[in-house]
């Protein structure tokens, strides 16, 4: 059998590389000479920890050792694609400044378009410092860290959003989040509530999102006014928000809506619920497909 995928240049077989986790396309090297050296020249590091069958479990620092050493001395080309992701138990081990250093070092020759974090709110990251060099973002994942937010903050080709069981410091500094990434199309923002959490103050502080096409909101941190535009909405709203919050705008391009699971704000009054539902459906002229979950 002719082996075709092996007669394809280079660029093209590193680009197909680029989408697997490192460490799968690290072990591509012993198929053949012709293999051997190509995954030194994939512009994504990609890794989990800890990695199945790797013995560093309690050596973390050896962990951050290994990435650094694998980006600054042997990739050879600068990263695009920066995933990072540790389980619960181990990011107690690893210190999140040690992490944020490595981030920075990986960044630092400002070719990053893609960024996924995943820490387990062991690590505070301070958007205006630790992403400062990130400028040509175009994909931002966050997934249970601690935000730093200031005005300075800046992402001005970022497309993708999401920050996903996420904690703010210092109360709630959405709207400079939101401010930072003017031309977002899709937008995910999942707070991890504390007690100290409060929603939004004043509509007036958030800027309308013109390029927004997908939103994952919770109705109390992004007014709906920001997301007016969107095609797909999927929205957390709470009991009595109709009759207390912010007008609804009308959503005249959104096809697609999602309420999701509010059993615990509606359980001693389901009729509210439909209510709020009925109002929110008003504003949406264009809808084709509704889903509703209350029943966890």
């Not at 660029?11 to 590389?17: F, G, P, R, T």
């Not at 709110?121 to 973002?137: E, G, N, P, V």
Request: with cysteine; hydrophobic share 40%.
């Amino acid at each position: 059998m002719t082996d075709r995928i092996s007669s394809l240049p280079d660029e093209v077989l590193c680009y197909i590389l680029s989408f697997l986790p490192t460490k799968l396309s690290v072990s591509t090297s012993i198929l053949s000479k012709r293999w051997r050296p190509l995954w030194r020249s994939v512009p994504a590091f990609d890794l989990d920890y800890p990695c199945p069958n790797w013995n560093i479990l309690s050596h973390p620092g050896f962990f951050i050792y290994i990435c650094t050493f694998i980006v600054s001395q042997i990739l050879k080309q600068p990263i695009q694609r920066l995933r990072l992701r540790t389980s619960h138990f181990q990011s107690r081990l690893v210190d999140g400044n040690v992490i944020m250093s490595f981030v920075r070092g990986a960044a630092s020759r400002g070719t990053v378009q893609h960024l996924d974090l995943h820490l387990y709110f062991s690590t505070l990251i301070d958007m205006s410092y630790d992403l400062a060099c990130c400028k040509t973002l175009r994909v931002l994942k966050l997934n249970s860290v601690t935000l730093a937010v200031f005005s300075s903050a800046d992402f001005p080709l970022l497309k993708v959003l999401h920050l996903s069981s996420i904690h703010i410091l210092d109360g709630n500094h959405v709207h400079q989040i939101l401010s930072a990434c003017p031309d977002v199309e899709d937008l995910k923002i999942e707070i991890a509530y504390k007690p100290t959490f409060c929603g939004y103050e004043d509509i007036n502080e958030f800027k309308r999102l013109p390029n927004l096409l997908r939103a994952v909101i919770d109705k109390d941190v992004v007014p709906l006014e920001v997301v007016c535009n969107v095609q797909f909405l999927k929205i957390n709203i709470k009991a009595g928000d109709g009759e207390t919050s912010d007008p609804i705008p009308v959503f005249h391009s959104l096809t697609h809506l999602e309420i999701m699971d509010c059993y615990y704000y509606y359980r001693n009054n389901p009729s509210i619920y439909c209510h709020d539902v009925f109002r929110l459906l008003e504003h949406c002229p264009k809808l084709q497909n509704l889903s509703t979950d209350k029943s966890t």
